[in-house]
């Protein structure tokens, strides 16, 4: 009876953890969900670290193909870049969009005003524009493991967004990340990525004992700019919004694969 009942449990457990996947990734990223599947959306940010290794395993996979097929390695980053804004549907994107705009404003207190604004201001677009510019120079300079370095930025990245919601007060009283907010409080809710972040290290260590310095840069370097950038936005604004989550994502994917960039080319020396 006890093991029957044990059986039960564990496969309502699997059964709940495979409705939030499939709830994060409807919720992180434009990849069709079949209809007649439940969703559960509460406590999904925990799991968006595992969806950004996820989305970084599909683009390393069509930046193979391309790469097999002739393709110059720089109109690759450029296709690759692109089609990682497509595969959220720039979600991450208009959120740095948003708050670069706000973050203009000199006035604290009218910041969050307009973050909320609808029409994209000249910083927003500024902010675009270097955020699309940095991925794409840094990754076109990446030979080697392009998709293990792909699957890690877009791992840090989201971690450090786990990062705002457990450490930071959110400002709205609604809106998309309101619900991130409300169901993790706890800093367990960092443990799974982060577990899943440093195997993808030690996995480039494993693959490559002359790239361990990259391997390195990964963990410790992903996990820094993925701690500081929460806090630079919560330090400008006294907290974060779902604009600000998606900021964290773009700039920790941005300046991680800077990062990786400049150590590629220092063990390469």
Same mark, same amino acid.
């Given at each position: ?15 709940? $953890?495979? =409705?939030?996947? %499939? ?49 110059? /390695?720089? &109109? ?27 973050? %203009?404003?000199?006035?604290?207190? =009218?910041?969050?005003?307009?973050? $909320? ?13 270097? /955020?699309?510019?940095? =991925? ?15 699957? %890690?930025? %877009? ?6 967004? /786990? ?40 996995? $480039? ?30 330090? $400008? ?14 700039? &920790?994917?941005? #300046?991680? #694969? ?12």
């Amino acid at each position: 009876m006890a093991k029957r009942r044990f059986s039960w449990l564990n496969l309502r457990f699997w059964l709940r $953890q495979r =409705k939030a996947i %499939a709830a994060a990734i409807a919720f992180y990223t434009c990849l069709p969900i079949p209809v007649n599947w439940t969703l559960e959306f509460e406590g999904i940010a925990k799991l968006a670290p595992l969806v950004g290794i996820f989305l970084g395993g599909l683009l390393g996979l069509v930046d193979w193909g391309f790469g097999a097929l002739g393709m110059p /390695v720089l &109109t690759r980053s450029a296709l690759i870049i692109g089609f990682a804004i497509a595969l959220t549907g720039g979600l991450h994107l208009d959120g740095a969009i948003d708050t670069a705009d706000g973050l %203009a404003v000199p006035d604290p207190q =009218k910041r969050l005003a307009a973050m $909320q604004d609808s029409l994209v201001g000249a910083f927003g677009t500024m902010a675009a524009v270097m /955020v699309i510019l940095l =991925k794409t120079v840094a990754l076109s300079e990446l030979v080697d493991d392009r998709a293990l370095v792909l699957m %890690a930025a %877009a791992g840090w990245g989201r971690w450090g967004q /786990v990062v705002a919601i457990v450490r930071y007060p959110y400002l709205k009283a609604s809106g998309k990340g309101a619900i991130h907010k409300a169901s993790i409080e706890s800093a367990v809710a960092l443990i799974p990525g982060a577990i899943a972040l440093l195997g993808l290290s030690l996995l $480039q260590l494993w693959l490559g004992g002359d790239r361990w310095l990259v391997g390195v840069g990964m963990a410790f370097g992903g996990s820094a700019i993925a701690i500081l950038i929460p806090a630079w936005f919560n330090r $400008q604004l006294g907290g974060h919004t779902g604009d600000t989550y998606g900021a964290v994502v773009e700039w &920790t994917e941005a #300046l991680l #694969l800077c990062l990786l960039t400049a150590l590629a080319a220092a063990s390469s020396l």
